[in-house]
């Protein structure tokens, strides 16, 4: 190398290339800012004309981990334990949602959802908005509107507050009261004390069924409906 | 031995240039237009706050993609094998970190990633290894670029010709 290179003419073309590739750094930010809010305004498609079914209010187990317990003293009981990020919860919801709302509604069965957050942060935040929902007896709505709009990867940015609220808003959660709740993350150490009922009740996974406090053992691959019905009826 | 390799940094310095500069494209260009993929990617690393790993995830394969095209054509070689030389550093700290975090994750780095199956633990530990030792051989190539930057067929070299070598 010689010291000759070093001329003005040198500084001019490195500071060049410097800007070149801010330029283009810059250019595919924004590029790969823009179309991801395409995909999540896509995913907030599956909402839309979404109407609020009756309100179910939900009050706390705190004997069991401070579960959100729905219909009280029906004559089978339900432990479920989810993780708002968790793919496989969502092909659970998209399988037995239905059937679970219904015994919930049709007062055939207590229901009691534990949510987990082991996913990261945005599972986290995901479980407050869920548990703000519970207290303005929507929690199946909301719970049913999550899995809807479920982003295909884990904390990719999609459950932010805002998001959260707009979820919301879109079902028809419109109660400054929820949004509050939401952006403040009033039930922060309620999630807490749900993830830490994971431990206590040996659940390693989520999808995790219980059934009258029995682990649900299913033969079938995926979630059959008439298997978990059986189960159900079983007790 | 010196005089042997006179004769042939010029191709040395081509062969790493190229090596590095495809390496850099692609793993950037897969990235580059699954930006969400991308982000969680460096979210499932958990070492920078999640809103900064997004924009890292944004910024990172657009940042590789430039610089592995300067390294092929041959424009500021040196500044590229410094940038490119500190990412594989950043790559190599990252993985050993979640190495002995005991996390495991795909490594993001041709696209992908995000969090993996637990049972499959003793294939993930290999998978690191080998992402280490790749990043280690291409950091190694950043450094030979960085003391001889000029090579064969560069355009640098080209619109200096007669001051360098």
Not at chain 1, 55 to 70: K, M, N, Q, R
Not at chain 1, 178 to 204: D, I, R
Not at chain 1, 210 to 231: M, P, V
Not at chain 2, 83 to 107: E, H, K
Request: glycine share 10%; charged share 15%.
């Amino acid at each position: 190398m010689s010291k000759a290179a070093k001329s003005g003419g040198d500084h001019f073309t490195r500071w060049l290339v410097i800007g070149m590739v801010s330029l283009v750094v810059l250019t595919g930010v924004v590029f790969s800012m823009m179309s991801s809010s395409t995909k999540a305004n896509e995913s907030f498609a599956a909402l839309k004309g979404y109407t609020l079914a009756e309100p179910v209010s939900a009050t706390l187990d705190t004997a069991a981990g401070s579960g959100l317990v729905l219909n009280p003293g029906g004559a089978v009981r339900i432990d479920l334990w989810e993780d708002p990020q968790c793919p496989v919860c969502r092909t659970f919801e998209s399988s037995l949602g239905e059937y679970i709302d219904t015994l919930v509604r049709a007062k055939k069965a207590t229901v009691v959802y534990h949510i987990a957050s082991f996913l990261g942060s945005e599972s986290i935040r995901a479980a407050n908005a869920m548990m703000c929902a519970a207290d303005e007896g929507h929690y199946l709505d909301f719970h049913q509107s999550i899995y809807l709009v479920q982003p295909a990867l884990e904390n990719s940015g999609f459950f932010s507050n805002e998001n959260l609220v707009k979820i919301g808003d879109m079902i028809g959660l419109k109660s400054e009261k929820f949004t509050n709740c939401v952006t403040s993350g009033s039930k922060l150490e309620l999630v807490k004390t749900h993830a830490a009922s994971l431990p206590t009740y040996k659940v390693q996974g989520t999808p995790t069924v219980f059934i009258n406090g029995k682990l649900w053992q299913r033969a079938s691959n995926g979630f059959d409906l008439s298997e978990f019905r059986l189960a159900v009826e079983a007790g | 031995m010196k005089r042997l390799h006179e004769k042939y940094q010029g191709h040395i310095t081509l062969l790493a240039r190229l090596v590095l500069g495809a390496v850099l494209i692609v793993a950037g260009g897969l990235k580059a237009f699954v930006p969400a993929e991308a982000a969680s990617a460096v979210a499932a690393y958990k070492i920078l706050p999640t809103p900064l790993a997004h924009i890292a995830g944004y910024a990172l394969p657009w940042l590789e993609i430039a610089i592995g095209l300067l390294l092929i054509i041959g424009i500021s070689v040196r500044m590229s094998a410094i940038v490119s030389g500190t990412i594989m550093l950043l790559f190599i700290g990252a993985i050993s970190s979640v190495w002995a975090r005991g996390i495991l994750i795909d490594c993001g780095c041709f696209g992908g990633g995000g969090e993996i199956d637990p049972t499959k633990a003793a294939e993930v530990h290999r998978a690191y290894a080998i992402e280490i030792a790749r990043d280690v051989g291409l950091a190694l190539s950043a450094l030979y670029l960085y003391f001889f930057p000029y090579g064969l067929f560069s355009v640098e070299k080209l619109a200096n010709t007669g001051k360098e070598i």
